[in-house]
């Protein structure tokens, strides 16, 4: 376990590490191989619940269908998932299948249907093979349990290499709370809201009220700061649940510990965001562009995420190439105010441009630098007080060749 300031990091956590808690996964044939394509996660107590969801104009039926739950009281008790099928751009019977999903697992489970959201990923396009989901349904309460974290984030994968989960624990009124999430996500990431799919939970004592409001601000710095390819999926959600179970008073933003709490649930949003990044279709590192001295924290952020998702950026980090002329035409291109005498562009610590004018540097060390699993770009705008962090990963062929063949 690792203290991080006010909260520590429980490296063995998974989702149902918080009270109340239980997961599992199982392959019901939505994939061709035996990989988990089907999980759930499962509280004991109807949980507080936020969410936050695709901008994308095509919101997959699975989404509508988790937002009909969430509107009928504020509350979720279960969370269903299938990877291998996205349940998107599948008209009425899309939609009909993603109801009768949830009205399958709350007959299993003994609970309301608005307590149960659901959500899917895959390819978009393609009717769920029902009978094969609805089997796994049925099957699937004996394989959630409290040590079945594991399973569910194998069954929420798709091309990803790694599954992705966080866990933190935080000191809350005297009393022990934990926050833990739980991620997929490695292609069609350029988020307007959050990542392909996310599952936070917590035992916190908290409204669904102040619990979105938590979110909202989390994703802004986290969720929405990366990318990997510039597509925004019409899957993306993420849903947080809380037990309440650890007691205590409730968190509002006038409780003591709010601010603690707000770091942990912060640390786990980025933890897993990063991951993704790192986590692209093909990718070999993890690129973090800092923009420091902007005239306004809304400048800093579009001209991170546009450097961050420059393809020519992207190409060059792979190809350990320390064109800073990439960097700098992303950076004019933001559409924010810049002064164009004054940037400065470091690779990691290395100088390479500083007021806007080329600098000496050992290309053999940049070249060194950037073959790392980890590329660090900071621009330094000396234009104000506001910053931004993004997070993205290199261009590859592999991406071409995983895409190509997407469903084949």
Same mark, same amino acid.
Do not use: Y
């Given at each position: 376990m690792t203290l991080l300031g006010r909260f520590t990091v429980v490296p063995d956590g998974t989702v149902t590490t918080p009270q109340g808690f239980r997961a599992g996964g199982l392959h019901c044939g939505l994939k061709k191989t035996e990989r988990y394509d089907l999980g759930a996660i499962v509280c004991d107590v109807p949980a507080a619940v936020a969410a936050v969801y695709t901008l994308n104009a095509f919101q997959a039926a699975p989404l509508l269908v988790t937002q009909e739950s969430v509107a009928a009281g504020g509350k979720l008790q279960a969370m269903l998932v299938n990877s291998g099928n996205?349940?998107?751009?599948?008209?009425?019977?899309?939609? #009909?299948? #993603?109801?009768? %999903?949830?009205?399958?697992?709350?007959?299993?489970?003994?609970?309301?249907?608005?307590?149960?959201?659901?959500?899917?990923?895959?390819?978009?396009?393609?009717?769920?093979?029902?009978?094969?989901?609805? $089997?796994?349904?049925?099957?699937?309460?004996?394989?959630?349990? #409290?040590?079945?974290?594991? @399973? &569910?984030?194998?069954?929420?994968? /798709? /091309?990803?290499?790694?599954?992705?989960?966080?866990?933190?624990?935080?000191?809350?009124?005297?009393?022990?709370?934990?926050?833990?999430?739980?991620?997929?996500?490695?292609? %069609?990431?350029?988020?307007?809201?959050?990542?392909?799919?996310?599952?936070? /939970?917590?035992?916190?004592?908290?409204? $669904?009220?102040?619990?979105?409001?938590?979110? $909202?601000?989390?994703? @802004?710095?986290?969720?929405? %700061?990366?990318?990997?390819?510039? @597509?925004?999926?019409?899957?993306?959600?993420?849903?947080? %649940?809380? $037990?309440?179970?650890?007691?205590?008073?409730?968190?509002?933003?006038?409780?003591?510990?709010?601010?603690? &709490?707000a770091v942990a649930f912060g640390y786990v949003s980025e933890h897993l965001a990063k991951m993704i990044a790192r986590d692209g279709e093909g990718a070999t590192k993890l690129i973090e562009v800092n923009v420091l001295g902007a005239a306004s924290r809304d400048a800093a952020r579009a001209i991170a995420k546009t450097v961050i998702g420059s393809s020519l950026v992207k190409t060059a980090c792979f190809g350990a190439d320390a064109n800073w002329g990439r960097i700098i035409a992303a950076v004019g291109r933001a559409g924010q105010p810049v002064q164009t005498e004054t940037v400065d562009v470091q690779l990691g610590d290395i100088m390479v441009l500083s007021q806007s004018r080329p600098v000496k540097f050992d290309e053999d060390r940049a070249e060194e630098y950037l073959k790392g699993d980890f590329v660090q770009i900071n621009v330094n705008l000396h234009m104000g007080n506001s910053s931004a962090t993004a997070w993205g990963c290199d261009l590859t062929y592999d991406y071409v060749r995983i895409n190509a063949a997407y469903r084949t």
């Open positions: 996205a349940n998107a751009c599948t008209g009425e019977q899309g939609l #009909a299948d #993603a109801r009768e %999903m949830r009205a399958a697992l709350a007959r299993q489970l003994g609970l309301a249907e608005n307590l149960v959201g659901v959500t899917s990923t895959g390819v978009i396009g393609e009717l769920l093979p029902m009978p094969k989901v609805l $089997s796994g349904i049925e099957a699937l309460p004996e394989k959630v349990h #409290a040590e079945g974290g594991d @399973d &569910f984030c194998q069954a929420i994968l /798709t /091309t990803d290499l790694v599954k992705k989960v966080a866990c933190v624990r935080v000191n809350v009124g005297g009393r022990e709370v934990h926050v833990a999430g739980a991620a997929k996500g490695s292609g %069609m990431i350029h988020p307007n809201m959050a990542t392909m799919l996310g599952f936070v /939970t917590t035992d916190a004592n908290i409204s $669904s009220e102040h619990l979105q409001q938590l979110l $909202s601000a989390a994703t @802004d710095s986290t969720f929405n %700061m990366i990318t990997v390819d510039g @597509d925004t999926s019409t899957n993306d959600m993420v849903v947080v %649940m809380a $037990s309440g179970l650890a007691g205590g008073d409730a968190l509002t933003p006038d409780h003591p510990d709010w601010e603690a &709490f």
